[in-house]
């Protein structure tokens, strides 16, 4: 199989996002992550289908070279579940906002978080309504100044990670728009996982929420700011690579190596295949000042998947059924014959 | 003593009880009993939307009407013969559908001073409903089950559940029906959970059975001699059931395998289910968390290459609608089945309608156009969903399918047919690695080419946004305006596909009787009595309602008035005078949640004559 480069996955449209929006650097990085994955699985470029609701964000499928799905508002991961059921041979990707993914669109999130489709969801989580020119989303800091919300919103946003894992999900990964290495190697991880991939993206909209991640994202503090967890490893993190995550009783804890008697070994290992929710939820849930926020994959464990059940189960009553076509199926139960 | 033995053309019969009194099921087996026997039949159930309404009241009243006969039966029979009324309140309830020769079998252990109350009815119900000319059957149902089953060992409760066999044995008693088919269904039904069951419900219902033999009050048995029916192998098929099958049987000739993502919603669940059923057959169905994901899955399904079906009721379209104006702008094939009901909003959701045909048809934003097609029977629902898919997959467009809750839960005997008489279903698919544009169209047809994911060199994007013939994002205003043209003229094309519409009786005159949909049968036997009165009249049935068959305009031409006949307030009605304003129409109309009455057909024929 030849060996695809990112050039074969950009179609010819004209890229319409704003200068500088982050949305670029998820694109950039899918294009370039969908190489290694049809190489790591033998996937086929005609295999990808790249499906989206509404939303600046949702513009990503005219934007690869691959079969695409533009749909309507919140609907995306609705129309991702039935594509991967229909066929669970097809590698689905979904491109989606927090307005659209989390607002209008939760409640078909949560279930196919719950169902385990394996459709790999990328979250452009940059807290506004872009293309309705501001509006507060449902990951808008409690507070946060909109157009709808001119004295602040009065209540709490979503933390995508935390509805994930609630629902049971079997893989939340996080980045930034600007990390594209990082975001690439998620978004291999996620195809290679089997099940329904979230990956959430902090994205920036430089014309209606500029710097809306910026107290983590800036250059200057992120290595403080933010934790790249990787599966085995230590969580360590900072300029200096001197800070880690301890486990401090029920909860979690930032801790100085080198002071306090601390030591490496006292650092948690990030174990993303745990079965156990619960430190997974508190690595999604932590929150700048008190804590680094989260990259990277969180949890990635296994689970059988839906598209494969319903596969499997239509195969199992086959094999055993007396009613192997149409035919069949009319002269079935109770019949009489008029002579 | 001996019984008078009349042989008799047809009988409606009206099982009645509480909601729990298993009258659906007595009904149910009384029909199919007779299916078998070979007579005609027509069913209509009725009942309320609880599971369990207040015990003893009217709005808890659960009715099984079924119509038996030797010749041609179209209808479930306006009036009955026989009232089987399992407490005061079904009597209450239905003694306005006794014929004036009618026999009414009570259980009179209901009929206590609690009971009376309950249905409000006081110490004389018989004269106090005025049916005191009709022949009444007074039995202790519930004391003699009890005694039946004195030695059973079973509980009370489990007893009095048996009652539905004590009637259904007297039943058949009067109307000479074999039991055989009961003591088998009996025999599948608890074989194997409840293996101690089969012989106390046999017992009911042959005490049933031999005490309508020996007491007085019977006056009269009834022969229904078999129908002569058209030879072949037959079986009893609900519309919901026929409907399932035909979307099954659309799935084989098109090599496509099924998907149906739908959310559960009354009276159309039972599509769901049967196709839930027949995994043996391919089919995929995914039970959606909300009406819109079982569009949405089933657009995703038909992007992905499978016949996609979505299954639902009126209330559960509205939340379709968006969706619905996506499968249009796609240009994907769908099928939307709309098992209609009462409405508007949950309205009356067990009781049956034709109110969504505006909605079906205007029901979206934008120039939204798609085939609009209904069923006209139970049994045709299988012939109606086989070609609703079909037009979907050859035209790429959605296709609703308007049926009925008369139509999904009624019944009726139908002629098994075979596979090898039904069309192959053949699908514009694209060609892997030639040059791909996905809305470039078939010239004649406007048909545009189906590219599914997996197909080497067809890459392409569909969605919501207007698009121009290479697929590529336009808001140019003439690219607009002729887009909307091409998809309007796609759909109306499709009537160079479908049969042309057809008249029964006077093929020219003063007045010619339309309808559409599930009110077929009634009008057929309305148009059948005017002509014994004496009335020539034309009766002209439509099963596909956008496009309009070919022929339609020559035909309504030949009449001086077209007398359109619906369960709405006027929705097809206002369709035709948009369609074809040159003729002279007038309209019969019914809102009450319930089908026609033959004879009010027969009433407003006269009126418009």
Known sequence: ?339 | MQHKVIDAKDVVIRFAGDSGDGMQLTGSLFADMSAIFGNELSTFPDYPAEIRAPHGTVSGVSGFQVHIGSDHITTPGDFCDMLVAMNPAALKANAKWLKRTAMVLIDSDTFDEDGLKRAGLHNDPITELHIEDRTIIIAPITSLTEESLKDSGLDRKTVNKCKNMFTLGMACFIYNRPMEYIFQYLERKFGKKKPELIEPNKKVLKDGFNYAANIQAIPNTYNIEPAHQPKGLYRNITGNQATAWGLLAASEKSGLPLFCGSYPITPATGILEELAIHKSLGAKTLQAEDEIAGICTAIGAAFAGSLAVTTTSGPGLSLKSEALGLAVMTELPLVIVDVQRAGPSTGIPTKTEQTDLNQALYGRNGECPMVVMAAKSPAGCFDSAFNAAKIALEHMTPVILLTEGFLGNGSEAWRIPSMKDYPKIVPPFAHPNKEYKPFERDPETLVRKWAVPGMAGCEHRVGGLEKNHEGVLSSDPVNHALMVQEREMKVRKVADYIPELEVHGAESGKLLVVGWGGTYGHLLSAVQDAHELGMEVGFAHFDYIKPLPRNTEEIFSHYDKILVCELNSGHFVNYLRAEMPQFNYAQYNKVQGQPFLVQEIVSAIKQNL
Request: aromatic letters at 8%.
């Open chain 1, 1 to 339: 199989m030849p060996r695809y480069t990112f050039k074969e996955f950009k179609s010819d449209q004209e890229v319409r996002w704003c200068p500088g929006c982050g949305d670029h650097g998820v694109l950039a990085a899918l294009q370039r992550a969908l190489p290694d994955v049809t190489e790591a699985l033998g996937y086929s470029k005609e295999r990808y289908v790249v499906v989206s609701g509404i939303g600046c964000s949702s513009r990503l499928p005219y934007y690869m070279n691959t079969y695409g799905f533009h749909s309507i508002h919140g609907r995306a991961t609705a129309i991702s579940t039935g594509i991967k059921v229909a066929n669970p041979e097809l590698a689905v990707w979904q491109a989606c906002g927090d307005g659209d993914a989390l607002a209008i669109g939760g409640n078909h999130f949560i279930h196919a978080v719950r169902r385990n489709v394996d459709i790999n969801i990328i979250l452009f989580n940059n807290q506004i309504y872009g293309l309705t020119k501001g509006q507060y989303s449902p990951t808008s800091r409690f507070g946060a100044i909109t157009k709808t919300s001119p004295y602040g919103t009065v209540e709490h946003p979503f933390n995508p990670g935390s509805l994930v894992l609630g629902a049971k999900g079997t893989f939340f990964a996080r980045t930034l728009d600007s990390e594209l290495k990082l975001t690439s190697e998620i978004m291999l991880s996620a195809a290679k996982h089997d099940g329904c991939s979230v990956m959430e993206v902090l994205t920036n909209c430089v014309i209606f929420n500029d710097g809306a991640h910026k107290l983590i994202a800036d250059r200057e503090f992120r290595a403080d700011r933010t934790i790249v967890l990787r599966h085995g490893e230590k969580m360590i993190f900072g300029k200096n690579r001197d800070k880690g995550i301890m486990l401090d009783g029920m909860g979690l804890r930032v801790v100085t190596i080198g002071q306090d008697g601390i030591t490496e070994d006292d650092i948690l290992v990030h174990d993303a295949h745990s079965e156990n929710v619960g430190i997974h939820m508190m690595l999604a849930d932590m929150k700048y000042p008190d804590f680094p926020v989260a990259l990277g994959v969180i949890r990635d464990v296994k689970d059988v998947t839906y598209d494969d059940g319903v596969r499997d189960q239509v195969a199992e009553v086959k094999a055993k059924s007396k009613i192997q076509c149409v035919d069949d199926l009319l002269r079935s139960g109770s019949t009489w014959e008029v002579k």
